[in-house]
């Protein structure tokens, strides 16, 4: 949808503008590049090891790229200076340029939860009937984050119109008891037991390690085969 749309918001001092959809190519181009990095490092090492062109030690590459996927999938999508907008906008900044969410769209809302020394990272995972994609937490220019915003506009959706919301997200916007109700409005995403949240990245380690450890093996095996 164009800038000047009737949609489009006005931008900050600084010029950026806000409308429906921005982000959503860029979303997809993430989900692509998060898809064709395991491919990638599996396939052409394998090719030019064959090749003679490089050396096997390459082939280990397979062991950190389900890491580096998580990682582009996770911070490709992370917001800063996230401002809303009329017409329940909600506009950040990534590094892949600027998203926008139209929370009165929402089909999806997550939450992001990273263990840290003194405390989690805590942000929100919204996706829109757009297909834009943004992690969000605080609001610029303060401590005030965008919860208020986002369980506003879940509270003013239709009857039917079912926006999954996962059951960490619901505990942190106090929408448990909505998302029970059968009216339609929220339905019951993905649940995590808050006592594992602690132990994601270890259990993460047990997942992604053998799967890693076993593509870097059949890469060996496929670059040493006659």
């Not at 397979?62 to 990682?71: D, K, M, P, R």
């Amino acid at each position: 949808m164009p800038i000047n749309s009737p949609t489009a918001a006005p931008g900050s001092a600084e010029g950026a503008q806000a409308s429906t959809g921005q982000g959503r190519v860029a979303r997809r181009v993430v989900d692509f590049v998060v898809l064709l990095i395991p491919l990638l490092t599996f396939a052409v090492p394998v090719i030019l090891v064959r090749a003679g062109l490089i050396g096997e030690g390459f082939l280990f590459l397979n062991i950190v790229s389900l890491v580096v996927c998580a990682t582009v999938a996770a911070y490709a999508h992370m917001g800063w200076h996230v401002r809303p907008y009329d017409d329940d906008l909600l506009s950040a900044r990534t590094l892949t340029g600027r998203r926008t969410v139209d929370l009165a769209q929402l089909t999806k809302v997550g939450r992001l939860e990273v263990p840290g020394q003194t405390r989690n990272d805590d942000r929100l995972i919204l996706t829109d009937a757009h297909g834009v994609r943004l992690i969000a937490h605080k609001l610029r220019g303060g401590d005030e984050t965008v919860d208020a915003l986002v369980r506003r506009a879940l509270m003013r959706r239709r009857q039917g119109a079912g926006v999954v919301v996962s059951d960490r997200a619901a505990e942190r916007l106090d929408l448990r008891a909505e998302v029970a109700r059968p009216h339609g409005r929220l339905r019951a995403g993905r649940k995590i037991r808050e006592g594992l949240i602690g132990f994601l990245p270890l259990l993460s380690v047990f997942v992604l390690a053998p799967v890693s450890f076993g593509l870097a093996l059949l890469a060996w095996f496929l670059a040493a085969a006659e």
